[in-house]
Structure formats: structure tokens, C-alpha cells
């Protein structure tokens, strides 16, 4: 089975600064990973997925994560945030089960941009 | 905008109602999905359709009924539901992309708020 775990549920930061979000994978097989965020009363947009090839992604809003199959980890970054980054944050792994695929959430981390 | 849409956007019911939540897209998915998310939880898998046939069922209760229609439309059934059953409800849909490719890219709906008296 394949589970991911979100280390850190919130993490407050200041505007134009640095953030890191923290997601570990669990796979036997070939993993594919995902970051979605969350606005307030939305539903998921995807902001960048780790399928194969180069272990730096590149996503939207300045976002990009790193693929590092030797500790299990996809973190999330960015280098300056802005105070419309205040989401909520999901890792995912997909899987598959006979002809479908399913997607698994971690537990999300809630970044919330301080002016 | 969404690619996905879903209405009502928010839906109040009581425990003896019968509704339907409504979902579409028409970017040519052959996957959708319906997800429950209880408020500062992920979202939580409750049914997939592969190729319009019921796929995945999470062992939901049965008063959630899924239908699929056709390729672009689902819908979920509600009749008899539990104020506890009060969660914003998100669609989502995605390409199959080949019978050995793990890879799920989901595009999601803006979801339908549910409330239960």
C-alpha cells in the first residue's frame, strides 16, 4: 500500500520569505507524486506532479519540489511568498486498483503568509 | 474557472430529503471521481468510474448512490443522510492513460457544501 505523510499541519511564515513543505512517501513500486492546494471554500488545483524523468519539478505560482527516491521525500518550496500563498497544502500519491487509479492525501499542512 | 463543475454549490437538506449533487466536465476523462472532505481533513475517496462502470466503491454507506450516465456526468444520490454526513463533497475527473501508468492527474470541481439538519 501506498501512504504519505505530511510532517508539519501548519507552518506560519512572513511575506517574502523562504517556506519549505514537508511530504514523505511510502511505495514498493514506481511512485508518482502531487501537490495540490487549497484555497478557503474551493475545491484542489494542482500546483506541480512528479511523474518521472527530472527530480526538480516546476509548478505554478513560483512553486517547484524535489523528487529524492533515496529518502522517500517530495518537500514542497518557494523561494518569496506572498500573502495570497495562505492555503492549505496536499501531497498525494497515485495508485492503481484493477483499471482505475486513485489518488492518496496526506494529512495537509495549512501555510499561512504573515504580513 | 473550473473544467470541472459541480452544482449545487451549497445544498441544506434535512435527515428525510431526498437530493442529488450534480457533476460534469468535457475534456474527454474517462475516470471520475467523487471525494469527501470533513472540514481541516484531506479529501477522503468514496467512489471511482472507470470507463462509465463503478470501479471503486470505499465502502460508503448505502445511503450515497452513485450514478454515471454518460462519460461526462456524474451524479451522487443522497436520501436519508446523518448530520454527521455535513462535508464539502468534490468531483473530480482524469485521462486513462494506459493500463500499466500509475499516473493520476486529477482535475477537481469546487466542490458542493453539504449541510444536514
Known amino acids: 500500500a501506498q501512504s504519505v505523510t505530511q510532517l508539519d499541519s501548519q507552518v506560519p511564515v512572513f511575506e517574502e520569505a523562504p517556506v519549505e513543505l514537508r511530504c514523505n512517501y511510502s511505495?514498493?513500486?514506481?511512485?508518482?507524486l502531487f501537490w495540490y492546494v487549497q484555497y478557503p471554500n474551493q475545491g484542489l488545483q494542482l500546483l506541480l506532479k512528479y511523474l518521472s524523468g527530472s527530480t526538480l519539478v516546476k509548478g505554478i505560482n513560483g512553486f517547484e519540489a524535489e523528487f529524492n527516491k533515496s529518502q522517500t521525500s517530495f518537500h514542497l518550496r518557494k523561494p518569496s511568498v506572498h500573502i495570497s500563498d495562505t492555503a492549505e497544502y496536499f501531497c498525494?500519491?497515485?495508485?492503481?486498483?484493477?483499471?482505475?487509479?486513485?489518488?492518496?492525501f496526506g494529512s495537509g499542512t495549512q501555510l499561512t503568509v504573515l504580513p | 474557472d473550473t473544467e470541472v463543475t459541480q452544482t449545487p454549490k451549497h445544498l441544506v437538506m434535512g435527515m428525510t430529503n431526498k437530493k442529488s449533487l450534480k457533476c460534469e466536465q468535457h475534456?474527454?476523462?474517462?475516470?471520475m471521481y467523487w471525494y469527501k472532505q470533513k472540514a481541516k481533513k484531506p479529501p477522503e475517496l468514496m467512489f471511482v468510474?472507470?470507463?462509465?462502470?463503478?470501479?471503486i466503491n470505499e465502502s460508503v454507506p448505502s445511503r450515497f448512490s452513485p450514478e454515471c450516465p454518460n462519460s461526462s456526468l456524474l451524479n451522487l444520490h443522497l436520501h436519508a443522510l446523518q448530520p454527521e454526513d455535513s462535508a464539502l463533497y468534490l468531483c473530480?475527473?482524469?485521462?486513462?492513460?494506459?493500463?500499466?501508468?500509475?499516473?493520476?492527474?486529477?482535475?477537481f470541481g469546487a466542490g458542493s457544501r453539504l449541510t444536514v439538519l
Open positions: 468510474y472507470s470507463y462509465e462502470k463503478l470501479s
Open positions: 498525494a500519491v497515485s495508485s492503481r486498483t484493477g483499471s482505475a487509479r486513485q489518488l492518496t
Open positions: 511505495s514498493s513500486v514506481s511512485v508518482y
Open positions: 473530480a475527473s482524469s485521462q486513462i492513460i494506459g493500463p500499466l501508468s500509475g499516473a493520476n492527474v486529477l482535475t
Open positions: 475534456m474527454g476523462h474517462r475516470a
